[in-house]
């Protein structure tokens, strides 16, 4: 079953421009993470921001976690063209036995007009 | 060049065949997964593998066959019995212990003949 919802869909932004994607989640986690793919490609993890901390910056990334509204954010900075691609949001939850179990959501699909 | 490397990139099904999928990795990882996507979806976990000569089914495990003999390899075999196999196939590992982060290959697309 699918954890992680993105919103929106799709985003088209113009170049330098800043673009805004959302994940939200129904149960409680452990970690989220955010992956990037391009057209035909497989993923590129991103960054990973745990249960207990609200904020982390990588590069042009920047991601907030808010547990108590069960969502997410991930902030890319002065796009380029060249971050065109689907980002997925990944709930992580560790289970009984030290098993852990990494849910995707479907994906925003981020388009950067030159 | 350490990574994962899926082959082959393109594959095509005929009517009641079974096919293999090859997943490598060198980068001594212990856990190794499958996954499937549909168009405009996410990822739907198929099977997973914590350590050699063992693994776990997914949320979508039927009509799919993995073994895992070796530490650096994976094989999905999509069997007849999986009736609507066209999807983009992507393998991906982790290290066992702090298996967070997910590194992917460059993934199979199947299609069905």
């Known amino acids: 079953s699918q954890q992680g919802e993105e919103d929106p869909q799709a985003l088209s932004i113009q170049e330098g421009e800043n673009a805004t994607m959302n994940c939200s989640y129904k149960?409680?986690?452990?970690?989220l993470q955010w992956y990037r793919q391009n057209s035909g490609r497989g993923l590129v993890h991103l960054i990973l921001i745990r249960s207990n901390e609200r904020e982390k910056h990588s590069g042009r990334l920047r991601v907030t976690l808010d547990t108590s509204k069960k969502s997410s954010s991930l902030l890319i900075t002065a796009s380029r063209a060249a971050d065109t691609a689907s980002y997925f949001c990944?709930?992580?939850?560790?289970?009984?036995?030290?098993?852990?179990?990494?849910?995707f959501g479907k994906g925003t699909k981020l388009s950067v007009i030159p | 060049d350490g990574g994962i490397t899926q082959s082959p990139k393109y594959l095509f099904r005929k009517e009641g065949q079974n096919v293999t999928l090859s997943c490598e990795q060198n980068l001594n990882h212990d856990a190794m997964y499958w996954y499937r996507q549909d168009p405009g979806q996410g990822l739907r976990l198929i099977y997973y593998s914590q350590i050699v000569n063992d693994f776990q089914k997914g949320d979508i495990a039927e009509g799919y066959s993995v073994s895992r003999e070796k530490k650096e390899s994976f094989p999905l075999t999509v069997t007849s019995a999986q009736k609507n196999p066209t999807a983009f196939y992507l393998c991906a590992s982790s290290w066992q212990g702090t298996n967070e982060k997910l590194f992917f290959g460059s993934g199979t697309q199947l299609s069905v003949l």
């Open positions: 990944a709930t992580g939850i560790y289970s009984g036995a030290g098993s852990y179990q990494l849910t």
């Open positions: 149960t409680s986690i452990n970690n």
